[in-house]
């Protein structure tokens, strides 16, 4: 009766291994998008192109900008001092002061903090107008840049 009620045990016994199958591979997983990639997707974001997006549009746009500023941060330690690259992000963002300069450090931080915010639904909130969204992306693409010259 209790067998009944708590279904079927693989293999017919209560605790058999699970069997794997040897033709399983390990899933790949797909190659990660360029930050020109990431961009991209950010500019057809912008232009309206995508449009199954619905009105998730805008904060699907900051969490993609903030995707881009934080790949070219960990593009720079991969250079630099790739252990950084395993740290939490605000970590990093005080780590940066060291290999980027006060300015540029305080311009990435400023950057991140704003996409967070506006990535982050709240009821109380309205999503990120296109003309912040165009500012952010601006300002992402310029610190990308930036943090792509320092070796």
Request: proline share 7%.
């Amino acid at each position: 009766m209790a067998d009944q009620m708590n279904g079927p045990h693989r293999n017919g016994a209560p605790n058999a291994p699970r069997r794997r199958s040897k033709s399983r591979r390990p899933r790949r997983r797909p190659p990660r998008p360029t930050v020109a990639e990431r961009f991209e997707a950010v500019d057809r974001l912008l232009d309206g192109e995508v449009t199954d997006a619905g009105g998730v549009w805008s904060r699907a746009t900051a969490w993609i900008l903030r995707l881009t500023l934080e790949q070219s941060v960990d593009q720079l330690w991969l250079r630099t001092t790739p252990e950084l690259a395993r740290c939490p992000m605000r970590a990093q963002l005080l780590a940066l002061r060291v290999y980027a300069g006060p300015e540029t450090a305080a311009q990435v931080a400023t950057v991140w903090a704003a996409l967070s915010r506006a990535a982050h639904h709240h009821d109380y909130e309205l999503a990120p107008s296109v003309t912040e969204l165009r500012r952010w992306r601006e300002q992402t693409a310029a610190v990308a840049a930036v943090l792509a010259r320092i070796e």
